[in-house]
T-cell receptor, first 113, second 115 residues
Framework: GDSVTQMEGPVTLSEEAFLTINCTYT??????LFWYVQYPGEGLQLLLK?????DKGSNKGFEATYRKETTSFHLEKGSVQVSDSAVYFC????????????FGQGTRLTINP | DAGVIQSPRHEVTEMGQEVTLRCKPI?????LFWYRQTMMRGLELLIY????????DSGMPEDRFSAKMPNASFSTLKIQPSEPRDSAVYFC?????????????FGEGSRLTVL
């Protein structure tokens, strides 16, 4: 079945460092890809998405590009802030228009001042 | 606008007791999802509804779990009898069926501890 694999956490960085969180997927079709973020004590919220190959999703300084050839959707940010500390989830929707999401295991990110 | 509302936020109960978790989706959303989050297994989809009808309950762990959606503005997830391994954070999420691919709106979760 469809699956998502994220880099192992936790990840700890200093403020203003460059961030990459790796995500690869396995899917039979052409899924839509997402990054969700979970701040402490809250539910998940959509950070960004891409619906087809070579699309780049971006939001709040974060970016991710849908790479079909490497089945990847890595999350990047050029300069992280303490407020970016959260758990980040990569996810896919296996059929266009479907709401059923498959999530990765999550990567906990801590940014130190 | 009100988001997805879950109750209770925290529940501590003893093994064997019945637990009922409640969810009010965003008004106008036609799809509702129940997820369970644990350290060991991450985020798992338990069941989801479209227009109050259960579509996929393959993630429900066993017969002790049941979910209902009697109307468009309310859903329950019931565990009877509860066991310590059911301890987790349970999230409810909703989305408009005709909305943006994959964008789910999550509640703040119900943290369940079964002693």
């Amino acid at each position: 079945g469809d699956s998502v694999t994220q880099m192992e956490g936790p990840v700890t960085l200093s403020e203003e460092a460059f961030l990459t969180i790796n995500c690869t997927y396995t899917a039979t079709g052409y899924p839509s890809l997402f990054w969700y973020v979970q701040y402490p004590g809250e539910g998940l919220q959509l950070l960004l998405k891409a619906t087809k190959a070579d699309d780049k999703g971006s939001n709040k300084g974060f970016e991710a590009t849908y790479r079909k050839e490497t089945t990847s959707f890595h999350l990047e940010k050029g300069s992280v802030q303490v407020s970016d500390s959260a758990v980040y989830f990569c996810a896919l929707a296996d059929i266009q228009g479907a709401q059923k999401l498959v999530f990765g295991q999550g990567t906990r990110l801590t940014i130190n001042p | 606008d009100a988001g997805v509302i879950q109750s209770p936020r925290h529940e501590v109960t003893e093994m064997g007791q019945e637990v009922t978790l409640r969810c009010k989706p965003i008004s106008g959303h036609n799809s509702l999802f129940w997820y369970r989050q644990t350290m060991m297994r991450g985020l798992e989809l338990l069941i989801y509804f479209n227009n109050n009808v259960p579509i996929d309950d393959s993630g429900m762990p066993e017969d002790r779990f049941s979910a209902k959606m009697p109307n468009a503005s309310f859903s329950t997830l019931k565990i009877q009898p509860s066991e310590p391994r059911d301890s987790a954070v349970y999230f409810c999420a909703s989305s408009p069926i005709a909305g943006v691919d994959g964008e789910l709106f999550f509640g703040e979760g119900s943290r369940l501890t079964v002693l």
